[in-house]
């Protein structure tokens, strides 16, 4: 089910949600729609505009937020889904030092790698064959990676998490394909709501 951007009342991204529960929301008048995707929602006795991002009525104090966490979908987006060794397709975690060799999981040293340099390195330096990272690896930070590093990528998102994020951040805000709407039906067609 396709993912929806939610803000707090002060345009601040808190996350993101499935449609339904944004749908829910919307229609109890805790959220406002801010964009559309253009899908029509049919339940018994309404049709709603499928949102994309959603502005709730009411401010929500939010707690200090720690440190992005180190997940795998969000390892893939920092490095864009290529190799920082090779530039290839990343299939795999690699980390820069090995953990054999004291290396810590955190991200200054995982790295997305595709399968064969990942093999290659093994549990080598990468001095001990001559190779260099295309970038170093370094924590995300910013409100825009609490979204992007959940992997669900919107192009409408990209005005409201701009002053949240860099341009390289926000690159990760992929086209939607054709194919990723609601009930994978088509842009503009009704879709029909479950209980």
Not at 98 to 126: E, F, I, M, T
């Amino acid at each position: 089910m396709p993912q929806v951007l939610v803000l707090n009342a002060s345009y601040e991204p808190l996350g993101v949600v499935s449609l339904r529960r944004a749908l829910v929301l919307v229609l109890d008048k805790k959220a406002v729609s801010l964009e559309d995707t253009g899908v029509l929602m049919h339940s018994a006795t309404t049709a709603v505009s499928a949102p994309s991002v959603v502005r709730l009525t009411r401010f929500v104090r939010v707690p200090f937020r720690g440190p992005v966490p180190l997940t795998r979908r969000a390892l893939f987006a920092r490095d864009g889904g290529r190799c920082v060794y090779c530039g290839g397709v990343a299939t795999s975690v690699d980390h820069v030092i090995p953990r054999s060799r004291g290396g810590q999981h955190a991200w200054d040293n995982v790295v997305a790698a595709c399968r064969r340099c990942n093999h290659v390195k093994a549990d080598r330096h990468l001095a001990d064959l001559g190779w260099r990272m295309k970038r170093t690896p370094a924590p995300p930070t910013g409100l825009a990676w609490r979204i992007i590093g959940t992997g669900h990528r919107d192009p409408r998102w990209r005005p409201y998490l701009e002053p949240y994020g860099t341009a390289e951040e926000l690159a990760h805000l992929a086209p939607i394909p054709a194919h990723h709407h609601a009930g994978g039906a088509p842009p503009g067609a009704p879709v029909e709501l479950s209980a």
